[in-house]
């Protein structure tokens, strides 16, 4: 499974933006997905993950009620829609599959090359 990552950008304080994972592979919709963010001198923490199906999401408290995962498995794509955002959700960020849920840095197995999403104060 190859993934490719899009959809980041400068936006300020309150903004929103949904990021997209485009997935290759006839085996996507085996996996769960999750989305990571990092930040200078942080480690990789996981925002959100949804299971194969779809039919479960776990979030980041620190993004809950802002964040939405979602995926399109005709499409083969993973969203992220963030609303209200802030300057603390600036960070890279990464999607990444795994067969684990919630999916985690050790066990996702294939990962997107990571997109900006800078949130201006």
């Known amino acids: 499974v190859q993934l490719q990552a899009s959809g980041g950008g400068l936006v300020q304080a309150g903004g929103s933006l949904r990021l997209s994972c485009a997935a290759s592979g006839r085996t996507f919709s085996t996996y769960h997905m999750g989305w990571f963010r990092q930040s200078p001198g942080k480690e990789r923490e996981l925002v959100a993950s949804?299971?194969?199906?779809?039919?479960?999401?776990v979030y980041a408290d620190s993004v809950k009620g802002r964040f939405t995962i979602s995926r399109n498995t005709a499409k083969d794509t993973v969203y992220l829609q963030m609303n209200s955002l802030k300057p603390e959700d600036t960070a890279v960020y990464y999607c990444?599959?795994?067969?684990?849920?919630?999916?985690?840095?050790?066990?996702?197995?294939?990962w997107g090359q990571g997109t900006q999403v800078t949130v201006s104060s």
């Open positions: 949804i299971t194969w199906g779809g039919g479960r999401t």
């Open positions: 990444a599959a795994g067969l684990v849920y919630p999916t985690t840095t050790a066990s996702s197995l294939y």
